[in-house]
């Protein structure tokens, strides 16, 4: 298994880069979040990466963080959601705001996805809601669900309150009242 590359990055296209490692050119597909943060041509570059051997291909899939890699190992675990859909997914949302949907149980986030209709976003939220540690009594009372809740009661509109919920830090240790107010300022009210 090939856990990293350093290297210098050679070439950067749409949805993927090549990166020249010991005169090597390693294809890596990559999410665009982060294809957005490798430096240009000629410069050295590190990314964590995953490995896919088919019958017909070895394709390898990089990511700048250990936490997307592993978010993108989780994705793919899900029924209906390969490799190019689990870096779609990576490419729209941060995996914190991956979390943050399935916690809310927010199916509606998933589907703003190209590819990913609501019976993949509801697949994706019933199997990632125990893979990535968010039982069921922990998704349905936690603070970003009270937070959703509270937003919506106020008079937002599903999509507000989503994307409220998008600008709140990954901490579930601030009180509910903090994470409200700041939800709210994002959204201007």
Do not use: C, N, W
């Not at 017909?56 to 997307?68: K, Q, V």
């Amino acid at each position: 298994m090939i856990s990293f590359l350093d290297g210098k990055v050679s070439e950067k296209q749409a949805d993927r880069v090549v990166l020249a490692v010991g005169g090597i050119g390693y294809d890596v597909l990559v999410p665009s979040a982060t294809l957005a943060k490798l430096p240009p041509p000629g410069h050295p570059a590190h990314l964590y990466t995953r490995l896919q051997v088919r019958d017909d291909a070895m394709i390898l899939f990089g990511f700048s963080t250990p936490d997307e890699r592993g978010m993108f190992d989780s994705l793919v675990t899900v029924t209906g959601v390969g490799p190019k859909l689990a870096l779609a997914v990576l490419s729209v949302l941060a995996p914190d705001a991956i979390r943050r949907a399935v916690t809310a149980g927010d199916g509606a986030a998933l589907t703003l996805v190209p590819g990913i209709g609501k019976k993949v976003a509801a697949r994706i939220l019933l199997d990632l809601k125990d893979r990535i540690g968010l039982g069921g009594e922990a998704a349905a009372t936690g603070p970003v669900a009270e937070v959703r809740e509270a937003l919506l009661a106020l008079g937002l509109s599903a999509q507000e309150a989503r994307d409220a919920l998008l600008v709140l830090p990954p901490d579930g240790d601030r009180p509910v009242e903090e994470l409200l107010r700041d939800a709210l300022r994002s959204v201007g009210r």
